[in-house]
């Protein structure tokens, strides 16, 4: 029969202490981190990061910012205009830059995430 070797500590996450952090943060904190998460991300497959083009994607682009629009509309009444109206700037930001990066752009409203927001104008 063969042993397993003893398990270091240092490899195995503490997950009680990991679901207490958790459980201490606000949930309009983590909203807030996951649509900045959300826009970085956008962001980058829009090819605007330092190396643009090595990693754009716009099929990428397009579900990141859908889910970005879905996640503001759903979370609208749940997080304060103090942290809303910043991010929905970024939204419509990376709303336009997908429409300039387009080749063929989008209709008006029937861009990324304008389904949740109404058609987006430069």
Same mark, same amino acid.
């Given at each position: 029969?063969s042993?397993?070797p003893?398990?270091n500590?240092a /490899?195995?996450?503490?997950?009680?202490?990991?679901?207490?952090d958790?459980a201490?943060v606000p949930?309009?904190?983590?909203?807030v981190?996951?649509?900045?998460?959300l826009m970085?991300?956008?962001?980058v497959?829009?090819?605007?990061?330092e190396?643009?083009? *090595?990693?754009?994607?716009? /099929?990428?682009?397009?579900?990141?910012i859908t889910?970005?629009?879905?996640?503001?509309d759903a979370?609208?009444?749940e997080?304060?205009?103090?942290?809303?109206?910043p991010?929905r /700037?970024?939204?419509?930001?990376?709303?336009?830059?997908?429409r300039?990066?387009?080749?063929?752009?989008d209709?008006?409203?029937?861009?990324?995430?304008e *389904?949740?927001?109404?058609?987006v104008?430069?």
């Open positions: 029969m042993q397993t003893p398990e500590p /490899d195995n996450p503490d997950f009680d202490a990991m679901t207490r958790i201490e949930a309009v904190e983590v909203i981190t996951v649509a900045v998460n970085s991300a956008a962001a497959k829009l090819g605007l990061s190396e643009g083009e *090595k990693y754009k994607d716009l /099929d990428e682009a397009r579900k990141l889910g970005l629009a879905g996640l503001l979370s609208a009444t997080i304060s205009s103090f942290h809303a109206a991010l /700037d970024g939204l419509k930001s990376l709303q336009l830059a997908f300039e990066a387009s080749i063929v752009p209709e008006p409203g029937q861009g990324p995430g *389904k949740y927001t109404g058609p104008y430069g």
